[in-house]
Nanobody, 125 residues
Framework: QVQLVEFGGGSVAAGGSLRLSCEVS????????MAWFRQAPGKEREGVAIISPSGSFTYYAESVKDRFTISKDNANNTLYLQINSLKPEDTALYSC??????????????????WGPGTQVTVST
């Protein structure tokens, strides 16, 4: 069974940067699309970015485009999210997710089968 665990969250001042990681274990060959989502207290879960198995295709939410970068290291079984120019509205629990189906240019949580517990990102002014 595929398992995901996130690392790298923390408290950062606005304008700062963080790199989140997601360690993947289990039957990696069953994973196709991977993604990052986030959810702030009292708000709906929001898709952040997705990436294809090879890393050649990526897709971002408009709210994070040009500030966030999703990448992966298949040899190390790790997914990353580089977050730059953090804003207070980026404060949320960030979770990685995996799908057994190919990526689409959609940030739809229903397409993802496996989720990590999340790592908290808090951005102060």
């Amino acid at each position: 069974q595929v398992q995901l665990v996130e690392f790298g969250g923390g408290s950062v001042a606005a304008g700062g940067s963080l790199r989140l990681s997601c360690e993947v274990s289990g039957p990696i060959v069953r994973i196709y699309c991977m993604a990052w989502f986030r959810q702030a207290p009292g708000k709906e879960r929001e898709g952040v970015a997705i990436i294809s198995p090879s890393g050649s295709f990526t897709y971002y939410a408009e709210s994070v485009k040009d500030r966030f970068t999703i990448s992966k290291d298949n040899a190390n079984n790790t997914l990353y999210l580089q977050i730059n120019s953090l804003k207070p509205e980026d404060t949320a629990l960030y979770s990685c997710a995996a799908s057994g189906a190919p990526c689409r240019a959609r940030l739809d949580a229903s397409r993802f089968d496996t989720w990590g517990p999340g790592t908290q990102v808090t951005v102060s002014t």
